[in-house]
Every structure is written in structure tokens, then in C-alpha cells.
């Protein structure tokens, strides 16, 4: 009887050690928030480089001081900054300066400085697709001639800071000529932007 009563004593101490285990087991804790990588940042400030070639039609009809039928190498710089009032749409101001060259008799060198608006949408975190508007000025032997462009382009987020842009625009002067055509040249440019 005494042993039936220290075996039933040692069960029942032992169910109570292993349901106080149990217990102690059970940690309250609270779930850890779920990360999600922000996407890149369009809006801001930017600087960038940039490089190409200017076509001019072989019936423009003369663009600005370029001959017909000239093709002419570029390269040149930009800043602009951006907003997105709304996603996805992106507005944005833009200064370009050009440097360009021909190697085809004449030799001649121009320079291009544009203020362009952008208007832009954000197809996902790291791709831009955007159309450009602009006027400025051509710059050629001291003579200086008013001009315009129109395009777009398409820019992509390699880092958290750079982005590689391709842009096509047409251009034309604001000079009234017999046989002038509306676009009298094409611009196509590759750049690299730094985005502050």
C-alpha cells in the first residue's frame, strides 16, 4: 500500500513538473514587421553626361547653320529635377548643353543649348518612360539662331543613385524658309545621370 501510494505520490508530481515545463515553454512575442525594399527615387535633383549624333535631312531646307545631309557627333551635359505630383506621372525641367562636330568638308563645330520640359511616367521602380518639348539656342561662328525640339526617351535605375538614359528628339529652327520642313534634324543621345 505504501509503494501504491508513493507511485501514485511520484506520478502525480511529475505531471505537475511536466505541465509547469509546458508553461514555461509558451513566449509571448510580437511579429516582426515585413520589409519591403523601397523603389527608386525619381524625384530630385540630377546631373549627367551624355553622348550621340545629330542627323540633319538632305531636305531640311538648312537647320539653323548645318548644311543638308550632315551628320554631326555630340556631346554634352545636363541637370534638371523632377516631381511626381501624382504617381505614376512624373513632370519635370531639364537644361541641356551640347557640343557638336562634323568631319565631312566643311569641318564645323555648333553648340546646342536647350530648356526642355519632361513629362514622364514611372512604368516600374527602376524604368522611366517620358516625352521632352524644348527651345533654345544654336550657337555657330558668333551667330546664334533659335530652335526647337521635340521627343522622348526611356531611362533606367542601375543603382540607388545612377541611371542610364536613350533619347530621340526631332529639332527645327524658327527661321521661315522656302521648303522648310517642321523637324529639319533627329538627335539621338545615350547619357549616364547621377540623381542626388
Known sequence: MFVRSLSVGVAAAAL?????????LIIPTTPQPIYEAAGFDWEGLYVGARAGGQFVGANAGTYAASSNSTTYGVIGAAVGVNFIPVDPILLGVEVTADYMWNSAAPVTSTGEFFANLRV???????VLVYALGGVGSQLQGGAS??????????EFAVTD???VRGEIVG??????????????AAKATVG???HF
Open 145 to 154: 539662331q533659335g530652335v526647337y525640339q521635340l521627343g522622348g526617351g526611356v
Open 16 to 24: 505537475m513538473v511536466g505541465g509547469a515545463q509546458a508553461a514555461d
Open 161 to 163: 543613385a545612377v541611371t
Open 171 to 184: 529639332q527645327g529652327d524658327f527661321a521661315s524658309e522656302a521648303g522648310d520642313t517642321f523637324f529639319e
Open 120 to 126: 514622364g511616367a514611372v512604368v516600374t521602380d527602376s
Open 192 to 194: 549616364v545621370f547621377y
